[in-house]
T-cell receptor, first 115, second 116 residues
Framework: DQQVKQNSPSLSVQEGRISILNCDYT??????FLWYKKYPAEGPTFLIS?????DKNEDGRFTVFLNKSAKHLSLHIVPSQPGDSAVYFC??????????????FGTGTLLAVQP | DAGVIQSPRHEVTEMGQEVTLRCKPI?????LFWYRQTMMRGLELLIY????????DSGMPEDRFSAKMPNASFSTLKIQPSEPRDSAVYFC??????????????FGPGTRLTVL
């Protein structure tokens, strides 16, 4: 049972345009969401996160939007650069009011930014 | 800092053989995680340790898988006997300590396992 779903295995965009990566989740107890980025032959690296008490978090070219009612989050990259080409993993955690290190990851979306 | 170190980077073995994957976490990190990446299931958490003690092994697929952390600087993931469906990339990650709501995990480069 996949609690975190990334339904688009791949996405191709032109350099300078916006990239939008989507993620859906099923567990209503998830209260913290993260995006990790992975280059070939490397491990994933943390990119950006958002708490369920917010609906938007921005860090430079990267913005994550959270729609709790739809159980949906998205990562926007503006403008997209060829160096952004990588696999992007969505992840979620349920803290139950405390703290947790247990992350549930999605299947990933391969982003290709064309020069 | 050298980051999380995993060995070997690639492993090819035959069905039925024992496979041991190794991980050295970042010095000073209290938490260590083992993940498996496949196309169908993405990144799956197999097990994680806090201060060398296994906390949650609910993701370990079956008894053929076992993990140990004999000290703060070393962990192993063992598959015995291995099967072709175990072919995947196995990642080790570590994090400093538990911060609300969660702590950043630092991943190693992974071990690509192929079971023939």
């Amino acid at each position: 049972d996949q609690q975190v779903k990334q339904n688009s295995p791949s996405l191709s965009v032109q350099e300078g345009r916006i990239s939008i990566l989507n993620c859906d989740y099923t567990n209503s107890m998830f209260d913290y969401f993260l995006w990790y980025k992975k280059y070939p032959a490397e491990g994933p690296t943390f990119l950006i996160s958002i708490s369920s008490i917010k609906d938007k978090n921005e860090d430079g070219r990267f913005t994550v939007f959270l729609n709790k009612s739809a159980k949906h989050l998205s990562l926007h990259i503006v403008p997209s650069q060829p160096g952004d080409s990588a696999v992007y993993f969505c992840a979620a955690s349920a803290s139950y009011g405390g703290a947790t290190n247990k992350l549930i990851f999605g299947t990933g979306t391969l982003l290709a930014v064309q020069p | 800092d050298a980051g999380v170190i995993q060995s070997p980077r690639h492993e090819v073995t035959e069905m039925g053989q024992e496979v041991t994957l190794r991980c050295k976490p970042i010095s000073g990190h209290d938490y260590l995680f083992w993940y498996r990446q496949t196309m169908m299931r993405g990144l799956e958490l197999l097990i994680y340790f806090n201060n060398n003690v296994p906390i949650d092994d609910s993701g370990m697929p079956e008894d053929r898988f076992s993990a140990k952390m004999p000290n703060a600087s070393f962990s192993t993931l063992k598959i015995q006997p291995s099967e072709p469906r175990d072919s995947a990339v196995y990642f080790c990650a570590s994090s400093y300590h538990l911060e609300y709501p969660t702590d950043t995990q630092y991943f190693g480069p992974g071990t690509r396992l192929t079971v023939l």
